[in-house]
């Protein structure tokens, strides 16, 4: 079983510019999150989609928007960007069901690493 | 809203010791998930082990087992016989379950790097 797919893996942008990232999940999984990783922030969540709806946010701008699409795959995009969004940007799949064994584990993909000069 | 707090940035250990790393975290639920998470250099994080709030007896997984205290509020990750491998960053991370959360959110403590040494 493919595991979480990340495109790009590595990214340089200026600042003001937009960037999408995309993740593609695990087949079977309905839910999509993101993470955004730094070295002074630590982890902190993006957001989720399931079932192509956006079921929970984070305390992030409104230049941090995402989708999901009908096969599950998703994506991110930061417009404007500024020099604080440099980051490792990390997505998560899971069923996203309540209960069952598997409740609440999410598998990582190997992240977008975007650097904004 | 709950918070996870690792108290241990850095810690080594000798490959076949043991090492336990310490997490603690804040919440007023009392149903909830906590995991441990790891993070080896080429950046892919990795579920240890999982446990569920509800479950008194403590996770194992192998090598890797919590000391899980549902009081005090701590669920600290014992790693016996360490291996080279297991060089990376840990961390501690809580879920609400979906019955009580809009949706799947981890809470993530500021990490464990933790180093096995030769």
């Known amino acids: 079983k493919a595991g979480v797919t990340q495109t790009p893996r590595y990214l340089i942008k200026t600042r003001g510019q937009q960037v999408t990232l995309s993740c593609s999940p695990i087949?079977?999984?309905?839910?999509v999150s993101w993470y955004q990783q730094t070295p002074g922030q630590g982890l902190q969540f993006l957001f989720e989609y399931f079932s192509e709806t956006q079921r929970n946010k984070g305390n992030f701008p409104g230049r941090f928007s995402g989708r999901q699409f009908s096969n599950s795959r998703s994506e991110m995009n930061v417009s404007t960007l500024e020099l604080g969004d440099s980051a490792l940007y990390l997505c998560a799949s899971s069923l996203g069901l309540a209960g069952g064994l598997n409740s609440g584990e999410l598998f990582f993909g190997e992240g977008s690493r975007l650097t904004v000069l | 809203a709950q918070t996870v707090t690792q108290s241990q940035p850095e810690m080594s250990v000798q490959e076949a010791e043991t090492v336990t790393l310490s997490c603690t975290y804040d919440?007023?639920?009392?149903?909830?998930?906590l995991f441990w998470y790891k993070q080896p250099p080429s950046r892919q994080m990795i579920l240890v082990i999982r446990q569920e709030a509800y479950k008194q007896q403590n996770a194992t997984e192998n090598r890797f087992s919590v000391n899980f205290q549902k009081a005090a509020k701590s669920f600290s990750l014992k790693i016996s016989d360490s291996q080279l491998g297991d060089t990376a960053m840990y961390f501690c991370?809580?879920?609400?379950?979906?019955?009580?959360?809009?949706?799947?959110?981890?809470?993530f403590g500021g990490g464990t790097r933790l180093m096995v040494k030769p």
């Open positions: 919440t007023s639920e009392s149903n909830y998930y």
């Open positions: 991370a809580f879920m609400k379950p979906l019955f009580l959360s809009a949706g799947n959110m981890l809470t």
């Open positions: 087949s079977g999984h309905r839910s």
